[in-house]
């Protein structure tokens, strides 16, 4: 345990994901370290994503305005919506440059045991999008991992009856990984390639 | 003993830093393990499909200080695929998960029968060998019952008088007669009462004939008896999907998609 100051910022940054109380300890001494401006520049950084970003409060995904860049940008097709866990995703998708769609972030994917089920995640949203007949296919691009899998499972019941396309992403992703972590080709291929689950 | 091998069911998994999970195992030797399985998030990794939860895996740990490493996997029930893609499955297989993670408490105690049952209902499940609910529900009372919770739904469960009888208590262990009932216990239909033994024992020719209305009534019976002997409730099982199974179309035949590219 260290004084006051120190401490309150070791507790802070251990509570960030992936950040154990080893890491916390170097970075909080790294800050202690480094120059005032720099660590300005930190604290600004942080100062305005909080007051500037929020949530596109069509897709969900994080904007700067009311609409996100990419649901306002109408040179981007409104009848394709590729639907993905987090905003991570879209960004590891836009890296394909194989999708010229629009997007909707679930904000996670179902998880019975971590309490989260489909009306935890903005699956009402989704289906309010699909309500005026404008898109033509859905595309489920969750994590190939179980939680993952089962979302689009019930996503796929769910959007089945609607008389809209549902799509999955191919087989080749890594099963069990993160989305994120798929490098562009591998991701880009199971974009084209990908299977139709349900009309 | 730093290298051992187990047969093991995975439970659980969290991210653990950039690239790595942590998995809960319940082994057949050892109980209840908890492991680190290194980079399987990535797009290289051998283990990141064997390590999901349903996964039945021949696994070789690494003993550490804190947590052990998983060093190899191989698969022995690949549950996973199966029970992700029927959503019913899926929320019925994640309270089995759940419900087991909770009965056996302590780590590396061995919970052999825990290890057997849980591994023979999620092959039942996955290979949809009865509906979802039922196999959750006999899954749950013989869990309960190798914990040492076992329910009566014949014989009074307080003074042991032949049955059957007419009132339930989850309080007092299941079917209890009129001179031991709770005032306000329920009075299930006699149907459900037979199935519920039918379930506890195994008797799944009597379980698969049985009513829609009287497995509800059963279900809902076993989850108050769930929710009362474990001391925080089970969050999987207000997700559990109870859409009574119908008769599935056959999937549509492989179209081909609209293409995705618009040119600006
Ligand atoms: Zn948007």
New interface residues.
């Given amino acids: 345990m260290y004084e006051g100051a120190v401490q309150d910022l070791i507790d802070e940054l251990g509570r960030l994901?992936?950040v154990?109380p080893k890491s916390a300890q170097r970075i909080a001494f790294h800050l202690l370290a480094a120059d005032a401006t720099d660590v300005r520049r930190l604290v600004d950084a942080l100062t305005e994503v909080k007051a500037r970003v929020r949530f596109c409060e069509v897709c969900g995904n994080v904007a700067e305005s009311e609409r996100c860049r990419i649901c306002a940008d109408p040179?981007?097709?409104d009848?394709?919506v590729c639907v993905v866990e987090e905003p991570k995703d879209v960004v590891a998708i836009e890296r394909t440059r194989?999708?010229?769609?629009k997007y909707h972030v679930l904000g996670g994917a179902?998880?019975?045991?971590?309490?989260v089920?489909p009306d935890d995640l903005r699956v009402k949203e989704l289906m309010s999008r699909l309500a005026d007949g404008v898109v033509?296919?859905v595309?489920l691009a969750t994590d190939p991992?179980?939680?993952g899998?089962?979302t689009a499972?019930?996503l796929a019941?769910l959007i089945g009856p609607m008389g809209v396309?549902v799509?999955r992403l191919a087989s080749g992703l890594?099963?069990?990984?993160?989305l994120e972590?798929?490098?562009e080709v591998?991701l880009g291929r199971a974009?084209e390639g990908?299977?139709?689950?349900?009309? | 003993m730093p290298l051992y091998r187990d047969d093991a069911i995975v439970l659980r998994t969290q991210k653990l830093g950039e690239a790595d999970r942590i998995v809960t195992l319940l082994t057949r030797e050892q109980g209840k393990v908890r492991a680190v399985a290194k980079g399987v998030r990535r797009t290289s990794s051998r283990f990141g499909a064997r390590l999901e939860p349903f996964m039945v895996v021949d696994v070789q740990l690494h003993t550490g200080r804190s947590l052990d490493t998983v060093t190899q996997v191989e698969t022995v029930g690949p549950y996973a695929r199966p029970i992700c893609e029927d959503y019913g499955l899926y929320t019925a297989g994640a309270a089995m998960l759940e419900a087991a993670d909770r009965l056996v408490e302590a780590e590396r105690e061995p919970a052999v029968q825990q290890y057997w049952l849980l591994a023979g209902a999620l092959r039942a499940l996955a290979q949809r060998a009865h509906a979802p609910a039922l196999v959750l529900d006999s899954y749950l009372l013989r869990a309960f019952a190798v914990a040492g919770w076992a329910p009566s739904f014949t014989d009074c469960a307080r003074c042991g008088e032949p049955g059957p009888h007419h009132s339930f208590s989850v309080a007092t262990g299941g079917a209890v007669c009129s001179r031991c009932r709770p005032p306000g216990s329920p009075a299930p239909a006699p149907e459900t009462f037979t199935l519920l033994a039918a379930l506890l024992t195994g008797d799944w020719d009597a379980a698969d004939s049985s009513d829609e209305r009287h497995r509800k009534e059963a279900s809902g019976l076993v989850a108050a008896y769930t929710q009362y002997h474990l001391e925080r409730t089970l969050r999987s099982l207000r997700h559990v999907d109870r859409t009574p199974v119908a008769t599935v179309a056959p999937p549509p035949a492989p179209t081909t998609p609209a293409p995705t590219r618009r040119e600006a």
């Fill in positions: 994901p992936g154990g040179r981007r097709s009848e394709v194989e999708f010229r769609g179902i998880n019975p045991i971590e309490n089920g033509q296919e595309i991992n179980v939680e899998e089962a499972t019930y019941r396309t799509s890594p099963v069990g990984g993160d972590y798929a490098d591998t974009f990908r299977r139709v689950v349900g009309r």
